[in-house]
Every structure is written in structure tokens, then in C-alpha cells.
């Protein structure tokens, strides 16, 4: 499946950062929790102007049509320049996943990776027979794909191991057996599987999606072509695709059905797909990670050579096995950055688990999850009675948050030392990437712009910092709910205030066709 990370420089040239940010304070550790006191809180001069420029902002229709609650701070001392709704809070949608970052990186750091043990008790002969059970244990790889998959297979016939007398044992202990984001129970996504609503697993393998390949067959009239880039017991394809004429209208309709057990996910295509059209692949949620995990490690094996005589089942690792080698997946810092910038809900979901597994033992929930962050806030001074947490990506209507949150956690990383620089580069690059690359393009605002967006039905949101013309930067958190129309129209104002922070002049392009691509 071709789900790659992006390759990220830990760069921060697009910003001028605080003089904290130069070197690490001696004896300071990626996950501290104490980040650096501002040493100047003096309001800045231009305070004044920019607020009255701001206090414009409200006499757009968005204010008075819908829940709107804004905060903008100084991001260096915390000092509130602009505030309305009376730091109400209200749905934040997918930028919730800035206090799941944050506390992750606290947390864990940014160095920290996601590892997937192979392990086994026994020994291995001259032959290549493994004289025993070999033993797959995850720890949440998020980023977890076929071609890396392969990779660990191929280092198995490194080590030697030709033949495996015993079982392939499979363990996914790591998390709790609960697949399905809490706070999301829409049973029209339960029943359709949007990849915005993948489940979760220890052991999960290209993001708990199914890439279905469909082309055209050889003549019109004839059964279409439609196969999964992996296939393997846990889906099952129904292909009812007709080929149609050169000048036919291609339609492909995707049902999905779970068996009785839960397990095994149906999908049942029908359509037209026009002859000599281009190849489509199609993303649909599968319904056992665990399931589909053992079934592209079975593939991969089999294609391999490398036989079992034993069974490929789920278990629990021996306390006398041996580790024969890790696969780890890129830095956490990496990975929250295609989180972010593409607002993945899967990988947001996944480190929540991680971090409270990490923090409070195992298994991981997103219960144990959502305490880490809660505890966080409780440490920046954020009261509980400001939020409510569900999960750790947003994908719920429980979720709120006062936009003072955001911006507390804003400060907060830009002031911390030890893991802010890598918190700023995981957010989207007004003008350049993710979420925000169609927007704020002009010449006087690409690249001034660092955000995470949150989308709902009703809800659009954004958050992040705005470097003005002069470099002061600050941090805000808008967030509009009980949207009545197209969520452009709080786009517009989002964009507004942007521009007003960032000091430039003429109007911000309306960019309505750019929203969270994994946002529902």
C-alpha cells in the first residue's frame, strides 16, 4: 500500500524563533515538563492598533450566525491581545490534535519511536529450522505499511530462519482490545468505513485501510477488473464492475458488510468503469487489524519461501523469549508532523494509546490516553473545568475545549525548549503544505503561517501561530460551530484574522476547496 511519511527537515527557517530555542538549557531532556519562564511580559507597542483592526473581524456575518469563540495571545509572554465570546468553549474538531502533540512530545520526546519486536525462545540451526514459536510483538506503529512489513521478513532470512517448526504467534497486548475511535458512533460511518474512522490495534498494518485497484476490463461489456494491493483473509471482494464504452460515464459504488464474527469485511462493487480509463484505487476501513496483520505477514512469508509448520494465531510473548531484531518506525517528531499537516485521526489515536501506555502502564487506552493530556494541562495551569476530553484526534462532538487552551499550549511549546522547535515544524506551512497549502499563497503571507485545522459538519476551526510583518508572533485558537451553510464562510473569517496578525495588506484569497482531508 503506498502510504509513505514525508520526509521532514527539522527546520524552522520560516519563523524566527525565541532566543530560548538557541540551545538547551544544561541538563534539559527531550520530555521535560518544565518549560522556560519568559523573562520580558511587556505588552507589546503594537497591541493597541492590532486590536482595534481585530475588533473589526466582528462585524463579519460569522459572529452573529454562529458559536464563535476566539483567543489570540502573545505567544513569547502569554499576554492576551484580542478575545471574543468570552473564551466560550466549544467543539475543536481535529485541533485537538495540538494538545495531543504537545503531550506526546512532553511525554515521550521526539526522538522516540514506535518499535515492533521479533522475538523468539529458540534457537535457529544450520539448517535454518527456528526450533520453536516465533513471536511478532507491537507497540502501536502508526506508520506500519506492507513495504516495511516486507523488510522485517526479509531480515528473518538474514538471520537464518528458513523454516519455523512452531507457531507465528501475533501479540497485540500492547493496547486493549477495543478498535473503534470512542466519541464516534455515526452508523452511517460504522457501515461505510471513511478512512477518516480507521480502528485501532498494536499490531496494525497500512493505517487498518483496504486499497481496492480497479481498472477497465479488455472490451466493453466485459467484467471489470478490481483487486486489493494486499490481500489477505481479513477482506474479501464482491467484483460486480461492468466495463463501459470509451465515452461512458465512470461511476463506482462501494458496499461494505461485516460477517457475523465481526472479522472478515466484505466489500461489494458495483459500476461502470469506461474502457481504456485510468486505473482508480479506492480507500475503505477493514474491521480486524489484528486479523489483517497475520494475513500480509502470512503473504509475505509464503512469497519469501520461508515455511511454518505450525499456526499463524494472536498470543502473548513467553518472559524467556529473545529479541532477534527491531523494526522501528521514523521519530515520533515525524510522525506527529503527518498527523498534523494531513490531520490524520488513525496516528492521533494510536500515540494517545502509546503516550498512556507509556505513561500509566499497560494496556494503552485512549482513556489512559486523554488522563496524560489532562495532566498536562493541569501542569500549564489549565483548569479541568475548561475542557472535555474523549479522545486524542478531535472526531467527536464531546470534545471541547475554550480557545484559551489552545493557546496556553501554544505558549507553552513555543517557550519550551527542549521540544518546541519540533511541536512548530509538525503544524502545516500556511501557502506550502498540508492542510494549509492552498491557503494564504500571496507573496505577503506564504510561509508566515504555521496551523492545525479542525473540520466537522457545522465546525470549522484553526489554530496556531501568525509571525507579523515586524516578527512578533502570536498565538491564536478560532473556533466556529453550529455552522448554518458553507464552512468557506468561517474559512473567510479564519483567514481574515490571519491576515490582520500577520499585518499585511489586500484581500486574503478564498481558498473554500481546501479542508482536513481525514476530517468528517
Not at 264 to 281: A, H, K, M, Q, R
Not at 328 to 342: C, D, G, Q, T, Y
Amino acid at each position: 500500500m503506498r502510504l509513505h511519511l514525508l520526509a521532514l527537515p527539522l527546520l524552522l527557517s520560516l519563523f524566527t524563533l525565541p532566543s530560548a530555542f538557541a540551545t538547551d538549557p544544561a541538563g534539559a531532556e527531550p520530555g521535560d515538563n518544565a518549560a522556560a519562564e519568559p523573562t520580558d511580559v511587556r505588552v507589546p507597542a503594537q497591541i493597541q492598533p492590532l486590536q482595534e483592526a481585530l475588533a473589526e473581524l466582528a462585524a463579519d456575518p460569522i459572529f452573529s450566525s454562529a458559536a464563535v469563540s476566539v483567543q489570540v495571545v502573545d505567544a513569547r509572554t502569554g499576554v492576551q491581545v484580542y478575545q471574543w465570546g468570552d473564551d466560550k468553549a466549544l467543539v475543536p474538531a481535529s485541533t485537538m490534535k495540538v494538545l495531543t502533540s504537545a503531550t506526546a512530545l512532553r511525554t515521550l520526546g521526539p526522538a522516540w519511536t514506535f518499535p515492533t519486536w521479533v522475538m523468539t525462545p529458540a534457537t535457529v540451526d544450520d539448517a535454518g529450522l527456528l526450533d520453536g514459536s516465533l513471536y511478532i510483538k507491537g507497540q502501536g506503529d502508526p506508520t506500519m505499511v506492507v513495504e516495511k512489513m516486507y523488510r522485517m521478513v526479509m531480515d528473518l532470512r538474514l538471520h537464518g530462519i528458513k523454516e519455523i517448526k512452531g507457531d507465528v504467534v501475533f501479540d497485540d497486548g500492547y493496547f486493549d482490545d477495543t478498535t473503534l475511535i470512542p466519541g464516534w458512533d455515526s452508523e452511517d460511518d460504522l457501515a461505510d468505513g471513511p478512512t477518516y474512522f480507521a480502528p485501532l490495534g498494536a499490531l496494525s498494518v497500512n493505517y487498518n485501510i483496504a486499497a481496492i485497484v480497479v481498472r477497465p476490463g479488455a472490451a466493453s461489456g466485459a467484467l471489470a477488473h478490481a483487486d486489493f494491493e494486499s490481500p489477505t483473509p481479513a477482506v474479501v471482494l464482491e467484483n460486480k464492475l461492468t466495463t463501459g464504452s470509451k465515452t461512458s460515464r465512470k461511476w463506482v459504488k462501494i458496499e461494505r458488510k461485516l460477517d457475523d464474527t465481526g472479522k472478515i469485511t466484505t466489500f461489494t462493487l458495483t459500476g461502470n468503469v469506461p474502457l481504456e480509463s485510468e486505473t482508480d484505487t479506492f480507500y475503505k476501513t477493514l474491521a480486524d487489524p489484528l486479523g489483517n496483520y497475520i494475513g500480509v505477514f502470512t503473504s509475505l512469508l509464503k512469497q519469501q519461501g520461508i515455511k511454518v509448520r505450525g499456526r499463524m494465531i494472536a498470543g502473548v510473548t513467553p518472559s524467556d523469549a529473545k529479541v532477534l531484531f527491531v523494526q522501528r518506525s521514523e521519530p515520533l517528531v515525524n510522525i506527529l508532523a503527518e498527523m498534523n499537516k494531513h490531520s490524520n485521526n488513525f496516528i492521533a489515536e494510536q500515540v494517545a494509546r502509546s503516550v498512556g501506555a507509556e505513561r500509566y502502564g499497560l494496556p494503552g487506552t485512549t482513556a489512559k490516553g486523554t488522563q496524560a493530556i489532562a495532566e498536562y494541562l493541569g501542569q500549564i495551569g489549565v483548569p479541568a473545568s475548561d475542557y472535555a476530553l474523549v479522545n486524542g484526534s478531535g472526531l467527536s462532538r464531546d470534545v471541547t475545549l475554550k480557545p484559551s487552551v489552545l493557546a496556553k499550549v501554544l505558549v507553552d511549546m513555543w517557550n519550551n525548549p527542549s521540544v518546541g522547535p519540533e511541536f512548530v515544524t509538525t503544524l502545516s506551512v500556511g501557502g506550502r503544505d498540508g492542510t494549509l497549502r492552498s491557503r494564504f499563497r500571496e507573496e505577503a503571507m506564504a510561509g508566515r503561517v504555521r496551523g492545525k485545522t479542525g473540520t466537522l459538519n457545522g465546525v470549522h476551526c484553526l489554530s496556531g501561530y501568525v509571525r507579523s510583518q515586524d516578527d512578533h508572533v502570536y498565538a491564536f485558537a478560532f473556533l466556529v460551530n453550529n455552522i448554518d451553510g458553507a464552512l468557506s464562510r468561517a474559512r473567510r473569517a479564519h483567514d481574515r484574522l490571519v491576515d490582520a496578525l500577520a499585518g499585511t495588506t489586500g484581500d486574503v484569497a478564498d481558498s473554500a476547496g481546501d479542508v482536513d482531508g481525514t476530517d468528517k
